[in-house]
């Protein structure tokens, strides 16, 4: 596929069904925002599990534990995970709980900063299991647009249209680098990037989840 290719496939996917779905899934996202600080942490929870983690298995966890996320001590929420067929209960356990010294201040905290690069910076240096891709999609799901999620799917998919080498390992540079070209994909598509994650999910994996 050539980055004309995409394009063309992004717009064939604007006009049909699969618009509808990326609509009303950002309508969550959006919806999320105005929930109250406990369903904020519980969405900073999943994105925690995300990492080097399947989204889809980790949405299944999320919805199992629930309110655990808020309440279970260390040990029990790990048991948990282990029970779930979670790959690394014991270290996100542990960063779930530490981070629970934001559970009230979370959103209040994100929303002081004067754009979202800014609360995206401050997730990573403050928030343990954090990286730029989690924090990205932290933010994405609960409203904000403007940060891309550069994970596996989108690099592969990236590196097959040329316009990007598939890196050795993600370092700032080099995400900062990838999310440049997604901002200019998102350009040319009159998209936001929160919705070319989707698209480009979809593209990839014929599913659009959260």
Request: with cysteine.
């Amino acid at each position: 596929m050539t980055m004309d290719n995409l394009l063309k496939t992004i717009e064939r996917l604007k006009k049909g069904e699969t618009k509808d779905v990326v609509d009303a899934r950002i309508k969550e996202f959006e919806e999320t925002c105005e929930k109250p600080c406990s369903e904020i942490f519980k969405e900073l929870c999943f994105c925690i599990l995300t990492a080097n983690f399947t989204a889809e298995k980790s949405i299944k966890i999320q919805e199992e534990i629930g309110d655990g996320f808020l309440t279970l001590f260390e040990s029990q929420l790990a048991d948990k995970l282990k029970e779930l067929g979670y790959r690394y209960p014991n270290i996100r356990a542990k960063y779930i709980v530490e981070a629970r010294k934001y559970k009230d201040s979370l959103k209040e905290t994100i929303e002081s900063f004067d754009n979202e690069y800014e609360s995206r910076e401050w997730l990573v240096k403050n928030i343990k299991g954090i990286g730029y891709k989690e924090a990205s999609h932290f933010l994405r799901n609960i409203g904000y647009k403007n940060s891309a999620i550069v994970d596996f799917h989108i690099i592969d998919l990236l590196a097959r249209c040329g316009l990007i080498e598939k890196p050795k390992t993600l370092t700032k540079t080099k995400y900062m680098e990838i999310e440049d070209v997604l901002v200019k994909i998102a350009a040319e598509s009159s998209i936001n990037l929160a919705e070319l994650d989707l698209y480009l999910w979809y593209i990839e994996t014929g599913k659009v989840l959260k």
